[in-house]
């Protein structure tokens, strides 16, 4: 969008007059009247409870000088103040950053204009309604339903059986192959063409059964993080296409045209911010019973490219050596020659002493103020010990991202790289099991 457009937003725009991709952005405003993806063009625009423009901030220089109120970013205090003398100096306050100072002043329309100085040159100019009324967001409270934390432990890699698996098996698995699906229903990648690999099957506890009480299990599958295969041109526009009642001619993309028709009535498909596929599949007690299943092959087509290693290579191979890490152990290597046909048991136990249980996870304090949430960050959280938490696999309680929070709700589950074999750049990740969500950061 041009400069000159962007310079001209002001308060009181009706939301529908925004110019270009906004008005649309304005539909998908979040609880605080926030537009969504507008960094990138340096502003944040806020709207009213009616809709309208309340407040816009300008922070990144544009591409050519840009006069907004006779001012621009980057100018320097003096420019600043022989083009708007009424700018008057407002007091200090502990927000404000070194260097960094506050100069204010009311346009002829009424607006405030409030210009962010660091280093004797405009950083940020903010034109905003003084008596505008914003959303008020739902409070974030704690739900007293949910009073338990589990951490999730794995046992020693082994063999698994294909049926009557028995009770060290009971809890679920890492890695392996997942339970009770026709091979028609395994989630396939719409980027290659091969299947997803099965990352682990976690047989989940009451309480984060958030799907239904029939529904015990969870199978999570990803696409491929390790390799970098190129994606697949004929299939990703086989997925791209509306779905047809009549299978293609080629022999590959007939096997796709069956799964996409033998879909599992249970799944639910993520992507991540690389844009990386994820499946998740709720299961009932009589899947997460039943037999192993095994990966699909597809046959021989000049459309497909070479098959992921993961399905004949053995893990430690294909995983570059990833170690697993259990609390309190040295980390353990995985076996050097076993791949699919192994698994890691899990099994679940009680957190202790967690006082994050119930309450939707946040990082800053205000979002926390009516849950009683402690991020696991604070100065609150060195009196708690909550960084015993650390490096945990767990559903629920005091939630570890390595960056930023997800916006989830506290049924969820924190997973390390190691819980499914991921690649998240030594990081975690978290999946909100009501909304079926995902989300990582690298370390």
């Not at 009247?33 to 507008?38: A, K, Q, R, S, V």
């Not at 997942?178 to 990648?189: A, C, D, F, N, Y």
Request: some cysteine.
């Amino acid at each position: 969008m041009k400069p000159s457009t962007l310079a001209t937003l002001r308060p009181s725009l009706p939301a529908h007059a925004l110019p270009g991709s906004l008005a649309a952005l304005a539909a998908q405003a979040d609880a605080d009247g926030y537009l969504p993806d507008t960094y990138e063009q340096g502003l944040r625009i806020r709207l009213e409870r009616g809709a309208t423009v309340g407040s816009v901030r300008f922070f990144r220089p544009f591409a050519t000088e840009q006069a907004i109120e006779k001012l621009h970013l980057s100018m320097s205090y003096t420019a600043a103040i022989a083009a708007q003398p009424l700018l008057e100096p407002l007091p200090p306050n502990d927000e404000h950053h070194p260097g960094e100072r506050q100069c204010q002043m009311f346009t002829a329309e009424g607006h405030e204009l409030r210009v962010t100085f660091r280093d004797d040159a405009i950083q940020a100019l903010q034109i905003s309604l003084p008596n505008a009324v914003y959303p008020t967001p739902p409070k974030l409270l704690a739900d007293p339903s949910l009073t338990v934390a589990y951490d999730l432990l794995r046992d020693a890699q082994r063999l698994q059986p294909t049926s009557e698996r028995g009770a060290e098996w009971a809890g679920g698995w890492s890695l392996g192959l997942p339970p009770g699906l026709r091979t028609s229903q395994w989630p396939m990648s719409e980027a290659l063409g091969h299947p997803l690999r099965h990352a682990f099957t976690l047989h989940v506890p009451p309480e984060y059964r958030t799907q239904g009480e029939a529904l015990v299990a969870l199978s999570v599958f990803v696409d491929d993080q390790f390799e970098e295969l190129s994606g697949n041109e004929a299939v990703q526009a086989f997925y791209a296409a509306p779905a047809s009642e009549t299978p293609p001619s080629d022999p590959a993309l007939r096997v796709l045209w069956q799964h996409t028709r033998d879909r599992h009535p249970r799944r639910f498909d993520m992507q991540d911010i690389l844009g990386t596929h994820y499946a998740a599949l709720w299961l009932t007690q009589a899947e997460f019973d039943g037999a192993l299943c095994p990966p699909p092959r597809l046959p021989a087509s000049e459309l497909l490219g070479p098959e992921p290693a993961w399905l004949t290579q053995p893990y430690p191979r294909y995983f570059y050596d990833m170690p697993v890490r259990e609390p309190g152990q040295p980390p353990v290597a995985l076996l050097a020659d076993a791949g699919l046909e192994t698994a890691l048991p899990i099994r679940t136990r009680v957190r202790e002493g967690d006082p994050n249980v119930g309450k939707p996870p946040r990082e800053w304090e205000h979002e926390c103020v009516d849950s009683g949430y402690v991020p696991a960050f604070s100065e609150q959280a060195e009196g708690l010990d909550l960084e015993r938490f650390f490096g945990l696999n767990h559903l629920g309680g005091t939630m570890m991202p390595e960056q930023g929070y997800p916006d989830f709700g506290p049924r969820y589950l924190g997973c390390e790289e190691d819980f499914g074999g991921f690649n998240f750049g030594g990081g975690t990740a978290q999946f909100d099991l009501a909304l079926m969500q995902m989300d990582w950061a690298c370390g």
